[in-house]
C-alpha cells in the first residue's frame, strides 16, 4: 500500500467546531506516524474551513496552492497525506489536480500495523483489516470507471474486472478468518487454562510507556521505542509478585481516530484486555494532551466493553513539572503516579498487584495500602 520511503507533505482542516491546539497536536501525530513508517515530512498545512468540501475535501485553490508549495521530482516517492479518511472520489479528485499519489491517515496507520505485525495472528488481523478498508474503496473506483468509460463494450469488461477483484478479495477475507477463528481458539483456550490465575492487562494510548512498565513488571525486554505502535502483538507473561500466580498482557495501544477496520480485526487481540481481572490504563503525564488521550483510552476500553476495574496511572513523571503532578493528583485522587524510566513508584504497584492478586485467589483478604485509597 504505502512505500514508506520518500517526501510526503501533510494536509489536515480546521472545522468551526475543533480546538486548533487539539488540531495541531493531531498534525504532529501524524507527522510521528509519517516517521514510524519510514517517511520524511517536508511540509504541511491545516485549512481553516468552515465545512469538508465534498469533492476534494479541502478548497479546490488550496489543492492548487500545495502543488505549489510541495517541491518534489518525479523521481522521487512523494505523497500528500490528508489527516482523515477521504473519500475515494475525494482521492481520485486531488490526485488528478495534483499528479501525486494521496494517503489518508487510516492508510498510514494500516501501513504502521503491517510493518510491525509478527506473530501470525497479527499479520493476519492487519490483513483482514487492509482488505476490509480497500473493499468499499474498490467498489468506488468500480462505479466511476463505469461512468467515465461510458460507452458500450466499457462498461461490461470494467464490470466484470471489478467483480472478479472483489470476489477474489471477499474469497481472501474469508480464508483470512477462518485462519483467525482457528488461532483465536487456541488463545481462547489458554486465556480459560488460566482462568484462576490473576490476570492484568496494560492499556492505553501509543507510546504511553506500556511495553517500558511491562517490561518492569515481568523482569523481560520487551519492545520499547519512541514510536507510535511499537507493539502490535501480544505478549503474556508472568507478573513478578513473589510466586504470586498472576500474569500481564502487553498489547497493541489506542490512537484518536483509530480506523474502525482495525478495531473489528484486532477484536481477539482487544479480548485479552477485555477478559484482564484488572486493567491498567496508562496515561503519559508528560504529554500537554494527556486528558484528550485518556478520554480516547476511556472511549475504546469502552467500545471493548472492558467489565473489570480499571486502574488509571500516570507515566512518565520524571518528565513532568511538580505542579502538574500536584493538580493531577488532585483531580485523580484513585490514580497512581510512577515513572516506569527510573522505576519510581514501581515497588509500590507491585505491591497493590500483589494484594489484589491474592485478593483474587482468596488466599488473604488483605487491606488496601493507604496510598492507594
Ligand atoms: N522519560 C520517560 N520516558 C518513558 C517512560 N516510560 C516510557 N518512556 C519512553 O516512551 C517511549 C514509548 O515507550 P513504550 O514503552 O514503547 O510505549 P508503548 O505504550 O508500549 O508504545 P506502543 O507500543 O508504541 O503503543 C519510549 O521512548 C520509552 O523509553 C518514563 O517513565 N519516562
Ligand atoms: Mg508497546
Known sequence: MFKTKGIYFLVGIKLPQDDVSIVEESMKELEG???????????????????????????????????????????????????????????????????????????LILDIFALHARSQIARLQVETAQLSYLLPRLMGQGVSMSRTGGGIGTRGPGETKLETDRRKINNRISILKKELKHLEKSSLERRKSRSDVFKVAIAGYTNAGKSS?????????????????STVDTTTRKLKLGG??????????????IPHELVESFKSTLAETAYADLVIHLVDLSSPFFEEKKKTAEILLEEIEVKAPILLIFN?????????????????????????????????????????????????????PIWYQ
Open 244 to 257: 504470586v500466580p498472576a500474569v500481564l498482557t502487553d498489547t497493541v495501544g489506542f490512537i484518536r481516530d
Open 316 to 368: 512518565k513523571l520524571d518528565l513532568v513539572e511538580t505542579q502538574t503532578i500536584l493538580d493531577a493528583k488532585v483531580t485523580y485522587p484513585q490514580a497512581v503516579f510512577l515513572s516506569a524510566k527510573n522505576s519510581d513508584g514501581i515497588v509500590e504497584l507491585q505491591e497493590y498487584l500483589k494484594v489484589k492478586a491474592l485478593d483474587f485467589i482468596g488466599l488473604k483478604n488483605a487491606d488496601t
Open 213 to 229: 512498565l511491562s517490561t518492569r513488571l515481568i523482569g523481560e525486554e520487551l519492545l520499547i521505542a519512541d514510536q507510535l505502535f
Open 33 to 107: 506516524l509519517v516517521k514510524t513508517a519510514g517517511g520524511e515530512v517536508v511540509g504541511s498545512l491545516i485549512q481553516n474551513r468552515q465545512h469538508i468540501d465534498p469533492a476534494y475535501y479541502i478548497g479546490k485553490g488550496k489543492v492548487e496552492e500545495i502543488d505549489f508549495l510541495f517541491d518534489r521530482t518525479e523521481n522521487q516517492e512523494s505523497a500528500l497525506v490528508f489527516n482523515a479518511s477521504l473519500s475515494p472520489a475525494q482521492v481520485r479528485n486531488v490526485q488528478e489536480v495534483l499528479d501525486c499519489r494521496v494517503i489518508t491517515r487510516t492508510e
